[in-house]
T-cell receptor
Framework: AQSVTQLDSHVSVSEGTPVLLRCNYSSSYSPSLFWYVQHPNKGLQLLLKYTSAATLVKGINGFEAEFKKSETSFHLTKPSAHMSDAAEYFCVVSDRGIGTGGGADGLTFGKGTHLIIQP | NAGVTQTPKFRVLKTGQSMTLLCAQD?????MYWYRQDPGMGLRLIHY???????AKGEVPDGYNVSRLKKQNFLLGLESAAPSQTSVYFC???????????FGPGTRLTVL
């Protein structure tokens, strides 16, 4: 079985300061991991993905995430926040083993982290 | 490419009414999904399909039905709407199991 925990429901940072959104996962197999972003009243957009290649993954809009197997973490970071980064962020795990899902059979979403950017 | 599109964008229903939400994708993806999103709950999978003519239950299937008669379309039906089905509904598609999913813009449904 797989699960994902986003450790903060809300994160507030000032514009120009670093962003850290934390995600821990559990997986029985070698996982794929994703970060999605959802701007207000919009659908979800893929920010970046990890699929067992390089452990440091670069995504769009200056975001990156590091896969740390020993810590079962996949935290999302950005060196300098911009007002346009204000959104909801979802960490997602895919357990690529066979028959591991209940009814879901695919991706498991975290409950989201709301990122607030202070001017 | 339009990607994933959803129709309608907004809808208000009275309790007991029925409706169908349409999802279309032009990426030739095999897998399609319907989610609902509620405050503090993240996304929850309602039903999904692994190919034309197939459907399967997700985490919260009760009160919904789906059909995948054509590969590019995935329909979500509410036979008798209830206030608990007030939510934002997202459709998604992917080329394979456990690969990244591409999302539509969502449908905001209110059941009075």
């Amino acid at each position: 079985a797989q699960s994902v925990t986003q450790l903060d429901s809300h994160v507030s940072v000032s514009e120009g300061t670093p962003v850290l959104l934390r995600c821990n996962y559990s997986s029985s197999y070698s996982p794929s991991l994703f970060w999605y972003v959802q701007h207000p009243n919009k659908g979800l957009q893929l920010l970046l993905k990890y699929t067992s290649a390089a452990t440091l993954v670069k995504g769009i809009n200056g975001f990156e995430a590091e896969f740390k197997k020993s810590e079962t973490s996949f935290h999302l970071t950005k060196p300098s926040a911009h007002m346009s980064d204000a959104a909801e962020y979802f960490c997602v795990v895919s357990d690529r083993g066979i028959g591991t899902g209940g009814g879901a059979d695919g991706l498991t979403f975290g409950k989201g982290t709301h990122l607030i950017i202070q001017p | 490419n339009a990607g994933v599109t959803q129709t309608p964008k907004f809808r208000v229903l009275k309790t007991g009414q029925s409706m169908t939400l349409l999802c279309a994708q032009d990426m030739n993806h095999e897998y399609m999904y319907w989610y609902r999103q509620d405050p503090g709950m993240g996304l929850r999978l309602i039903h999904y399909s692994v190919g034309e003519g197939t459907t399967a239950k997700g985490e919260v299937p009760d009160g919904y039905n789906v059909s995948r008669l054509k590969k590019q379309n995935f329909l979500l039906g509410l036979e008798s709407a209830a206030p608990s089905q007030t939510s934002v509904y997202f459709c998604a598609s992917s080329w394979g199991r456990s690969t990244e999913q591409f999302f539509g813009p969502g449908t905001r449904l209110t059941v009075l």
